[in-house]
């Protein structure tokens, strides 16, 4: 496709976005920032049509793997990928590096890119730092998991102090006017993180249901586009996706980790689970080939972990995925020129309403 053709395209979903063209989906968060409203919009606008790249980086790398996905392919990725850690220290996952990523996922909106968030959350057992497998990949008992669930129990007041400090870093965003996929409780249906494997309304739908209740609810964190993502089912340790979907009321983006073959059968679930919302592969870690892509369009980016750019895929696969005519990176005009016209209608927005934000209600100390 030429750059005139580029240019229509992008123009097409500018003028989508600012006339609220009656195919976007409403955030399911009413009081959704413009921003927010424009970046859901325009993710619908090129499903079945395009795939943003994207790339995760651990929250102590900055953004090491965005720009070794650029020295691989010359090309950045259009998508920054981040994590709110867990560690201590000077570890790649270390939730000290939390003011630090915040700012690199800022400069990288700023730069171009759509940025998504995921949080490894420790078990509200456990008091930060922790390990991986000890918290992360840890367990609750059925009474605590109840506990958890019920509130004001010591267990649940636990949990809000946690969530609260999270809710702090997106609220730096929310105030740079920065909109961001947030994919809390991930690969839900899987049962090795401790958050997951809990089929049923009373089971890991419902703590997604909780999150989103206080970060919109209390937080107001009106920047905010809700992923929600699960693992492919494997028919061992990963369920079927239905059954830990927390409503389509919950959900902007409905997303899958793939780890393996891209089958036919998990972009046809997907596609039924989401009901005509995005779609999105949240976690890869080989490519999908731009064949993979043209025979399932409907993925609106990927975004691959990590190491796994450079370590699990062959540069001929990264090079041809990156190079693909579907496949839209950082300086594609139909990226690029959509999500400068958003940052501009923000900065217009901005200078023309100076006036302080509204006091929030105080969160309730735990």
Known sequence: MRL??????????????????????????????????ALLAYLNSISGKATIAG????PNAGARWTDMAYDLTAKYPGLFGGDFGFSGGEDKDSALARPAMIAEAERQYGNGAVVTLTWHEVRPTDNEPVTFHDSIQGHLTDAEWHELLTPGSPLNLRWQAQVDVVAGYLKQLRDAHVPVLFRPYHEVNGNWFWWGGRPGKDGSAALYRMIYDRFINVHHLDNLLWVWNANAPN???????????????YADLVTMDIYGEFKPEYYTNILTLAGGKPIALAEVGRLPSPETLLKQPRWTYFMVWSEFIQRG???????????????????DPRLSVPLAAIRKATAERVSATPAARPLEDPVPAP
């Not at 790339?55 to 651990?58: I, T």
């Not at 895929?313 to 300086?331: G, I, M, S």
């Open 4 to 37: 005139k053709q580029y240019l229509i395209f992008a123009f097409a979903i500018i003028l989508s976005c600012a006339l609220g063209a009656q195919t976007a989906p409403d955030p399911v968060n009413p009081n959704a920032t413009p921003e927010a409203r």
């Open 55 to 58: 790339q995760h980086n651990y």
């Open 235 to 249: 028919g061992s340790n990963a369920g079927p996706i239905a059954d830990y979907y927390p409503g389509a009321q």
């Open 313 to 331: 895929n062959p540069l001929d696969l990264a090079n041809a995925v990156y190079h693909a005519p579907q496949v839209l990176t950082r300086e």
